[in-house]
């Protein structure tokens, strides 16, 4: 194929083999969502560029390096969203409602665009499922959102093979505190830091905490501990968020080097990881961010939320085998109908068993054919029973009920009674 026609280096389609996994995975999350009281939100793939610039942080590595930003016709400079928390609270804002106080519980599900290097687990067009609480400042809402991560983690099968990292940041006002000892510390180590690491010091100086390098990282041995810089709400928040975390055993790990890229997060951060997936571990991030909301043009507004990356969660579960039988079949019955005259009383049929059944996963054979070709196509298709229309049926009114799986003989069931024989045999999802 000529290269125009490829798709975009690290931008994945999502064939139809695959689909049906993220499907379960997505309607998973989303009923488990529903089930906590939490509302859909869905907010545009583009945004103004600089909405991003102010709520990620201009010292970001996404900002700096990782967007995907242009010109429009109209001169505006817009940019395909990277994550999904500066849109919502812009959304909230625009539509004033978290105003007076109004607690809002939203979740949104979509593609999220960042100019990395693609690798297994890394992409340029990926997807998240992100949720954002408005207006609830305690830990018992921070503990809610890592209580229902918990839980899906359980009723997807990978519990056991992801790990939660948790860490404090503090108010704004700790952690400038923390900073400036922080600074002061690696200022003194300046030239055993790696170039990055040096960079940072003067523009992000936390996100030195998460280099990979291991030279800096033996720096970082000594270096002072946000947690001995904590003021006391946060402390006693944090404590807050463990307890409900130690009451409904939940197993964590505290990773003081746990900064989150984003520069908006406040006391609360936490990961999911797994070593699964080889380097790109994190499956679900998030943390607090009281104050973006206000840095942002609204009325101080505490916020919480997450995100997880939907292809990492996918690969997991393939990876760990958490694949739902089921969910590989995607017909029930199949119909075969020969001739003209059972093709069409064969389409009534279906509409008749659909109206009755409509949860049934019902497909009619297209293209006409022989017994065999038919037959073969209803194998194929993976259903457990075909339905056969030929003239020795169609003078009798019934079909043919032939299994395809190996359980019986075949038989003739009645038009008017094919609807209820399907439904005891058919568990329809
Ligand atoms: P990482 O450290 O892996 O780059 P991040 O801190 O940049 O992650 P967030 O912005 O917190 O990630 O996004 C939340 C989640 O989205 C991540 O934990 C990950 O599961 C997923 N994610 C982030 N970037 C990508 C990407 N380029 N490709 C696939 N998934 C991603
Ligand atoms: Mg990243």
Request: with cysteine; net charge negative.
């Amino acid at each position: 194929m000529s290269k125009s026609l490829q798709a975009i280096r690290g931008m994945n389609d999502i064939l139809p083999e695959q689909t049906p996994l993220w499907r379960y995975f997505e309607g998973t999350v989303a009923r488990l969502l529903d089930n906590y009281g939490y509302k859909q939100i869905r907010m545009p793939i583009v945004e103004f560029t600089e909405l991003f610039k102010r709520s990620i942080g201009e010292v970001t590595d996404i900002v700096e390096k990782e967007m995907y930003t242009f010109e429009d016709r109209n001169g505006d400079s817009l940019t395909l969203r990277p994550e999904g928390t500066a849109a919502c609270v812009r959304a909230v804002l625009e539509h004033g409602i978290t105003g007076g106080g109004q607690v809002q519980k939203l979740w949104y599900i979509g593609p999220m665009f960042r100019h990395e290097r693609p690798q297994k687990g890394r992409y340029r067009q990926f997807h998240q499922i992100g949720l954002e609480v408005f207006n609830l400042d305690g830990p018992d809402i921070d503990a809610e959102l890592i209580i229902m991560t918990w839980r899906l983690w359980g009723e997807l099968g990978i519990r056991d093979a992801v790990k939660l990292e948790l860490n404090s940041l503090g108010t704004s006002e700790s952690r400038g505190r923390y900073r400036e000892a922080l600074v002061e510390y690696l200022s003194a180590h300046h030239d055993k830091l790696d170039e990055d690491s040096q960079r940072r010091l003067k523009t992000n100086p936390l996100r030195v905490l998460d280099t990979k390098n291991a030279d800096t990282q033996a720096v970082l041995v000594d270096a002072p501990k946000m947690a001995d810089y904590l003021d006391d709400e946060s402390r006693a928040h944090f404590e807050g968020l463990k307890a409900r975390l130690d009451a409904v055993g939940i197993p964590y790990v505290l990773n003081p080097k746990l900064v989150r890229g984003l520069d908006y997060y406040s006391k609360t951060v936490f990961e999911w990881v797994t070593d699964k997936l080889g380097a790109q571990g994190t499956v679900c991030a998030g943390g607090r961010y009281d104050g973006l909301v206000e840095q942002m043009g609204g009325k101080p507004t505490p916020g919480v939320g997450f995100a997880m990356g939907i292809e990492r969660l996918v690969l997991m579960l393939e990876t760990l085998e958490q694949i739902p039988e089921e969910i590989s079949r995607q017909v029930d019955v199949y119909l075969c109908a020969f001739g003209e005259e059972a093709e069409l009383a064969g389409l009534a049929l279906a509409e008749r068993i659909r109206d009755e059944l409509p949860n049934l996963r019902l497909q009619v054979n297209a293209g006409a054919g022989s017994f065999k070709s038919q037959f073969k196509k209803a194998d194929k298709s993976g259903a457990l029973y075909a339905l056969i229309l030929g003239d020795d049926e169609m003078a009798q009114q019934v079909v043919g009920f032939k299994p395809l799986r190996g359980q019986g003989e075949q038989q003739s069931i009645a038009w008017d009674a094919l609807a209820a024989h399907l439904a005891t045999c058919v568990v329809q999802g």
